[in-house]
């Protein structure tokens, strides 16, 4: 079974841009989670979709959204970049159907680069 | 609150033990897990324990869960030096929807 795939794997932008990040799931996975990892805050949730619904959200601005699709497959977008959202995205799906928790799979990142 | 704590650092010979520990605040806590990250890489699932087990054991890997401490540890058995890594501890709570709460990660060195 193919594992969670994220694209694109590098991006570089400038401060002001806008950007989105895609991820797909784990086939039979309806969870998709997203995650920033940066060297001084580490991993911080971001939020968690679950059949084209946003669950759970972490403490984020609203310039970070996200959306999920009718196959699961999820998209996050960040507006008006600033440098400090430079960081490696993560992605993780699950199964999602205990309403609580699960196991959660992770995909290789997007390493987001703002100049 | 939330908050999930491990120590930075750990060097080890190749060959011995490894054990990372880790403390956790939420007793709330439902899973407890172990993810690895190598270089330039995203997070890979080792291992993890439901919050009302004491042990689990998986091939070279041991998980220890001490509930009234609120203290996890993963003990590596045999260490090689492909085990060279960041190890992530994290805690998922009742109703959080799959969000993970992660420690800082401990950085192995294994040395021959």
């Known amino acids: 079974k193919a594992g969670v795939t994220q694209t694109p794997r590098y991006l570089i932008k400038t401060r002001g841009q806008q950007v989105t990040l895609s991820c797909s799931p784990i086939?039979?996975?309806?969870?998709v989670s997203w995650y920033q990892q940066t060297p001084g805050q580490g991993l911080q949730f971001l939020f968690e979709y679950f059949s084209e619904t946003q669950r759970n959200k972490g403490n984020f601005p609203g310039r970070f959204s996200g959306r999920q699709f009718s196959n699961s497959r999820s998209e996050m977008n960040v507006s008006t970049l600033e440098l400090g959202d430079s960081a490696l995205y993560l992605c993780?799906?699950?199964?999602?159907?205990?309403?609580?928790?699960?196991?959660?799979?992770f995909g290789p990142g997007t390493r987001l680069t703002v100049l | 609150g939330e908050d999930v704590e491990q120590s930075l650092f750990l060097s080890v010979r190749e060959g011995d033990s490894s054990v990372i520990n880790c403390t956790y605040t939420d007793s709330s806590s439902t899973y407890l897990y172990w993810y690895k990250q190598e270089p330039g890489a995203g997070l890979q699932l080792l291992t993890y324990?439901?919050?009302?087990?004491d042990m689990k054991q998986d091939q070279r890997l041991t998980v220890l869960l001490n509930k009234k401490d609120k203290h996890l540890s993963l003990r590596i058995a045999d260490t090689q030096t492909g085990d060279s890594a960041i190890y992530f501890c994290a805690e998922s709570k009742v109703g959080g929807y799959n969000k993970l709460i992660f420690g800082a990660g401990t950085r192995l060195a294994v040395h021959p």
């Open positions: 993780a799906s699950s199964l999602g159907t205990s309403g609580d928790t699960d196991t959660q799979y």
């Open positions: 324990i439901f919050s009302n087990m």
């Open positions: 086939s039979g996975h309806r969870s």
